[in-house]
Protein backbone atom coordinates (compact mmCIF):
# COMPACT_ATOMS: atom_id res chain seq x y z
CA UNK A 1 0.00 0.00 0.00
CA UNK A 2 0.97 3.69 -0.79
CA UNK A 3 2.52 5.08 2.30
CA UNK A 4 2.36 8.95 0.90
CA UNK A 5 -0.16 11.33 1.65
CA UNK A 6 -0.63 14.11 -0.36
CA UNK A 7 -1.52 17.65 1.01
CA UNK A 8 -2.46 19.19 -2.05
CA UNK A 9 -6.02 17.55 -1.90
CA UNK A 10 -6.70 18.92 1.57
CA UNK A 11 -5.57 22.24 0.68
CA UNK A 12 -8.03 22.15 -2.79
CA UNK A 13 -10.67 21.17 -0.43
CA UNK A 14 -9.97 24.27 2.00
CA UNK A 15 -9.29 26.59 -1.13
CA UNK A 16 -5.53 27.07 0.43
CA UNK A 17 -2.87 28.15 -1.60
CA UNK A 18 0.84 27.80 -1.69
CA UNK A 19 2.55 26.57 1.95
CA UNK A 20 0.14 29.02 3.83
CA UNK A 21 -2.33 28.22 6.31
CA UNK A 22 -5.52 25.95 5.49
CA UNK A 23 -8.69 27.17 6.75
CA UNK A 24 -8.55 27.78 10.35
CA UNK A 25 -5.23 25.24 10.83
CA UNK A 26 -1.97 27.42 11.03
CA UNK A 27 -0.19 24.58 9.73
CA UNK A 28 -0.61 20.93 8.07
CA UNK A 29 2.64 18.79 8.52
CA UNK A 30 3.48 15.82 6.91
CA UNK A 31 5.85 13.55 9.06
CA UNK A 32 7.42 10.26 7.45
CA UNK A 33 8.38 8.91 10.80
CA UNK A 34 7.95 9.94 14.31
CA UNK A 35 8.05 8.38 17.81
CA UNK A 36 4.68 9.79 18.65
CA UNK A 37 2.72 12.58 16.92
CA UNK A 38 1.06 13.95 20.38
CA UNK A 39 4.92 14.22 21.81
CA UNK A 40 5.98 16.00 18.77
CA UNK A 41 3.30 18.40 19.06
CA UNK A 42 3.37 18.78 22.60
CA UNK A 43 7.03 19.91 22.28
CA UNK A 44 7.12 22.15 18.88
CA UNK A 45 3.56 22.73 18.76
CA UNK A 46 1.23 26.14 18.80
CA UNK A 47 -2.54 26.88 18.58
CA UNK A 48 -4.08 25.82 15.25
CA UNK A 49 -0.90 23.16 14.41
CA UNK A 50 -1.89 19.92 12.81
CA UNK A 51 0.65 16.81 12.35
CA UNK A 52 0.13 13.70 10.12
CA UNK A 53 2.21 10.85 10.92
CA UNK A 54 2.69 8.02 8.46
CA UNK A 55 4.49 6.04 10.60
CA UNK A 56 4.81 6.27 14.73
CA UNK A 57 7.02 4.23 16.41
CA UNK A 58 5.63 4.93 20.27
CA UNK A 59 2.54 5.84 19.23
CA UNK A 60 -0.02 5.35 22.54
CA UNK A 61 -3.59 5.14 22.95
CA UNK A 62 -5.57 5.01 26.29
CA UNK A 63 -4.09 3.11 29.14
CA UNK A 64 -0.51 2.51 27.33
CA UNK A 65 -1.98 0.51 24.18
CA UNK A 66 0.07 0.67 21.28
CA UNK A 67 -0.95 1.76 17.90
CA UNK A 68 0.33 -0.90 14.90
CA UNK A 69 1.35 0.42 11.65
CA UNK A 70 0.48 -0.89 8.49
CA UNK A 71 1.96 1.23 5.62
CA UNK A 72 -0.75 2.95 4.27
CA UNK A 73 -3.77 1.24 6.33
CA UNK A 74 -4.27 3.80 9.22
CA UNK A 75 -4.11 7.48 9.73
CA UNK A 76 -2.82 9.38 12.62
CA UNK A 77 -3.03 12.66 13.36
CA UNK A 78 -2.56 15.08 16.20
CA UNK A 79 -3.94 19.01 16.56
CA UNK A 80 -3.05 21.53 18.91
CA UNK A 81 -6.76 22.98 19.78
CA UNK A 82 -6.84 25.62 21.91
CA UNK A 83 -7.54 25.51 25.50
CA UNK A 84 -10.61 25.89 27.07
CA UNK A 85 -11.33 29.32 28.68
CA UNK A 86 -13.94 27.43 31.70
CA UNK A 87 -12.57 24.05 33.32
CA UNK A 88 -16.27 22.92 32.41
CA UNK A 89 -15.56 22.91 28.61
CA UNK A 90 -12.62 21.06 28.93
CA UNK A 91 -14.18 17.20 29.67
CA UNK A 92 -16.12 18.20 26.65
CA UNK A 93 -12.86 18.59 24.17
CA UNK A 94 -12.49 14.74 23.29
CA UNK A 95 -15.98 14.87 22.53
CA UNK A 96 -15.80 17.28 20.05
CA UNK A 97 -13.01 15.40 18.41
CA UNK A 98 -14.62 11.89 18.22
CA UNK A 99 -17.67 13.81 17.05
CA UNK A 100 -15.72 15.61 14.09
CA UNK A 101 -14.52 12.02 13.08
CA UNK A 102 -18.21 10.63 13.20
CA UNK A 103 -19.13 13.48 11.02
CA UNK A 104 -16.28 12.98 9.06
CA UNK A 105 -16.64 9.50 7.79
CA UNK A 106 -20.64 10.17 7.79
CA UNK A 107 -20.09 12.78 5.01
CA UNK A 108 -17.53 10.75 3.29
CA UNK A 109 -20.28 8.58 3.05
CA UNK A 110 -20.44 5.82 5.91
CA UNK A 111 -23.21 7.06 8.14
CA UNK A 112 -23.83 3.96 10.71
CA UNK A 113 -20.92 5.22 12.71
CA UNK A 114 -21.40 5.30 16.67
CA UNK A 115 -19.19 6.85 19.25
CA UNK A 116 -18.42 4.96 22.06
CA UNK A 117 -17.92 7.33 25.67
CA UNK A 118 -15.15 9.08 25.49
CA UNK A 119 -12.66 8.07 23.05
CA UNK A 120 -13.88 5.44 20.38
CA UNK A 121 -15.53 5.17 16.71
CA UNK A 122 -17.14 2.56 16.44
CA UNK A 123 -18.60 0.64 13.57
CA UNK A 124 -22.65 -0.56 12.98
CA UNK A 125 -21.32 -4.05 14.76
CA UNK A 126 -20.02 -2.34 17.64
CA UNK A 127 -16.17 -2.94 16.57
CA UNK A 128 -13.51 0.11 17.13
CA UNK A 129 -12.75 2.03 14.19
CA UNK A 130 -10.77 4.81 15.37
CA UNK A 131 -9.75 6.07 19.23
CA UNK A 132 -8.67 9.38 20.61
CA UNK A 133 -6.27 10.61 23.09
CA UNK A 134 -6.50 14.32 24.22
CA UNK A 135 -3.69 15.91 26.23
CA UNK A 136 -4.00 18.94 28.34
CA UNK A 137 -0.39 21.31 27.75
CA UNK A 138 0.70 25.22 28.62
CA UNK A 139 0.24 25.75 25.34
CA UNK A 140 -3.18 24.12 24.31
CA UNK A 141 -5.36 20.80 24.04
CA UNK A 142 -3.19 17.93 21.76
CA UNK A 143 -5.80 15.78 20.40
CA UNK A 144 -4.52 12.62 18.84
CA UNK A 145 -6.34 10.42 17.04
CA UNK A 146 -5.90 7.12 15.12
CA UNK A 147 -8.18 5.72 12.25
CA UNK A 148 -8.18 2.20 10.45
CA UNK A 149 -8.75 2.74 6.99
CA UNK A 150 -7.92 0.46 4.61
CA UNK A 151 -6.70 -2.35 6.52
CA UNK A 152 -7.78 -5.91 5.52
CA UNK A 153 -9.72 -8.18 8.16
CA UNK A 154 -5.61 -10.32 8.90
CA UNK A 155 -3.86 -6.72 9.91
CA UNK A 156 -6.26 -5.88 12.44
CA UNK A 157 -4.40 -5.99 15.86
CA UNK A 158 -7.46 -7.12 17.78
CA UNK A 159 -10.81 -8.92 16.86
CA UNK A 160 -12.63 -5.82 18.19
CA UNK A 161 -11.31 -3.42 15.49
CA UNK A 162 -12.39 -2.88 11.97
CA UNK A 163 -11.66 -0.70 9.42
CA UNK A 164 -13.81 1.87 6.99
CA UNK A 165 -13.00 -0.19 3.97
CA UNK A 166 -14.09 -3.45 5.82
CA UNK A 167 -17.05 -1.24 6.96
CA UNK A 168 -18.36 -0.38 3.35
CA UNK A 169 -16.53 2.71 2.88
CA UNK A 170 -13.37 3.19 0.71
CA UNK A 171 -11.75 6.65 0.88
CA UNK A 172 -7.92 7.98 1.03
CA UNK A 173 -6.37 9.68 4.20
CA UNK A 174 -6.46 12.96 2.38
CA UNK A 175 -10.64 12.84 2.42
CA UNK A 176 -10.57 12.21 5.73
CA UNK A 177 -7.93 14.26 7.06
CA UNK A 178 -9.98 16.90 5.00
CA UNK A 179 -13.32 15.81 6.45
CA UNK A 180 -11.93 16.03 10.26
CA UNK A 181 -10.09 19.63 9.50
CA UNK A 182 -13.49 20.63 8.42
CA UNK A 183 -15.89 19.24 11.01
CA UNK A 184 -13.72 20.26 13.65
CA UNK A 185 -13.59 24.03 12.52
CA UNK A 186 -16.97 23.68 13.11
CA UNK A 187 -17.25 21.97 16.27
CA UNK A 188 -14.95 24.41 17.79
CA UNK A 189 -17.32 27.03 18.12
CA UNK A 190 -20.44 25.19 18.52
CA UNK A 191 -22.01 26.24 21.66
CA UNK A 192 -21.27 22.63 24.64
CA UNK A 193 -25.09 22.22 24.72
CA UNK A 194 -25.20 21.95 21.18
CA UNK A 195 -22.38 19.44 21.07
CA UNK A 196 -23.75 17.52 24.31
CA UNK A 197 -26.90 16.87 22.08
CA UNK A 198 -25.81 16.02 19.06
CA UNK A 199 -23.44 13.99 20.75
CA UNK A 200 -25.88 11.96 22.92
CA UNK A 201 -27.82 10.80 19.82
CA UNK A 202 -24.68 9.29 17.98
CA UNK A 203 -23.43 7.75 21.16
CA UNK A 204 -23.70 4.09 21.57
CA UNK A 205 -22.68 4.07 25.07
CA UNK A 206 -25.78 5.65 26.33
CA UNK A 207 -28.23 2.95 27.15
CA UNK A 208 -25.94 -0.21 26.57
CA UNK A 209 -24.59 -2.10 29.62
CA UNK A 210 -21.21 -1.27 30.54
CA UNK A 211 -18.32 -2.12 32.86
CA UNK A 212 -16.04 0.98 33.44
CA UNK A 213 -12.72 0.86 34.72
CA UNK A 214 -11.81 4.04 36.77
CA UNK A 215 -8.39 5.56 37.02
CA UNK A 216 -7.90 4.17 40.21
CA UNK A 217 -8.72 0.69 38.63
CA UNK A 218 -12.21 0.21 40.50
CA UNK A 219 -14.49 -1.18 37.77
CA UNK A 220 -18.34 -0.22 37.50
CA UNK A 221 -20.65 -2.55 36.18
CA UNK A 222 -24.34 -0.90 35.22
CA UNK A 223 -26.11 1.09 32.42
CA UNK A 224 -25.20 3.84 31.12
CA UNK A 225 -28.13 6.25 31.69
CA UNK A 226 -26.57 9.40 29.60
CA UNK A 227 -24.28 12.56 29.60
CA UNK A 228 -24.47 15.48 32.42
CA UNK A 229 -23.95 18.94 31.38
CA UNK A 230 -20.36 18.89 31.11
CA UNK A 231 -20.34 15.92 29.14
CA UNK A 232 -19.35 13.18 31.47
CA UNK A 233 -21.26 9.73 32.19
CA UNK A 234 -23.65 8.82 34.11
CA UNK A 235 -23.70 5.15 35.49
CA UNK A 236 -26.92 3.38 36.58
CA UNK A 237 -24.69 0.67 39.47
CA UNK A 238 -28.11 -1.03 41.21
CA UNK A 239 -29.90 1.58 42.96
CA UNK A 240 -27.51 4.46 42.38
CA UNK A 241 -25.66 6.92 39.94
CA UNK A 242 -22.65 7.57 39.68
CA UNK A 243 -21.04 10.03 37.57
CA UNK A 244 -17.65 8.93 35.91
CA UNK A 245 -15.43 11.67 34.55
CA UNK A 246 -12.69 9.66 32.97
CA UNK A 247 -12.44 5.89 32.58
CA UNK A 248 -12.15 3.28 30.22
CA UNK A 249 -15.52 1.68 29.20
CA UNK A 250 -16.62 -1.46 27.51
CA UNK A 251 -19.88 -2.52 26.40
CA UNK A 252 -20.98 -5.74 27.77
CA UNK A 253 -24.09 -5.49 26.25
CA UNK A 254 -24.77 -2.82 23.18
CA UNK A 255 -28.63 -2.20 24.02
CA UNK A 256 -28.52 0.51 21.21
CA UNK A 257 -27.42 0.12 18.01
CA UNK A 258 -26.17 2.91 15.61
CA UNK A 259 -28.63 3.61 12.54
CA UNK A 260 -28.12 4.77 9.75
CA UNK A 261 -28.17 8.84 10.05
CA UNK A 262 -31.00 10.83 8.01
CA UNK A 263 -29.91 13.53 5.27
CA UNK A 264 -31.40 15.84 7.61
CA UNK A 265 -31.46 15.24 11.37
CA UNK A 266 -33.32 18.19 12.55
CA UNK A 267 -32.95 19.96 15.69
CA UNK A 268 -32.04 17.33 18.36
CA UNK A 269 -34.26 17.03 21.22
CA UNK A 270 -34.01 18.32 24.70
CA UNK A 271 -31.74 14.95 26.50
CA UNK A 272 -32.99 14.94 30.15
CA UNK A 273 -29.65 12.98 32.57
CA UNK A 274 -31.59 10.69 35.57
CA UNK A 275 -31.65 12.59 38.43
Known amino acids: MDDRLDLSHV ?4 GAEGDG ?11 E ?14 VGDVVVALEQTAG ?58 PNDLLAADGRKLA ?28 PEATSLRLAGLSTTREEVLAAWLAETE ?24 VAVTLPGGEVLAGVAGGLDEIGRLRVRVGERWVTV ?12 RPEERPEDDGPAPPAADPG
Open 21 to 31: PIGAWTSVTVL
Open 131 to 158: GVLCELTPAGVVAGWGLNLAHEADQLPV
Open 33 to 46: RVGSSNVWLREHGR
Open 11 to 14: RRRF
Open 186 to 209: VLLTMPRTAVLEEYRRACATVGSQ
Open 60 to 117: RGRLGRVWDHVPGAGLAVSAMLPRPVGADDLPVVPLRVGLALHRAVGALGLRTTALKW
Open 245 to 256: GSGDVVHTRMTR
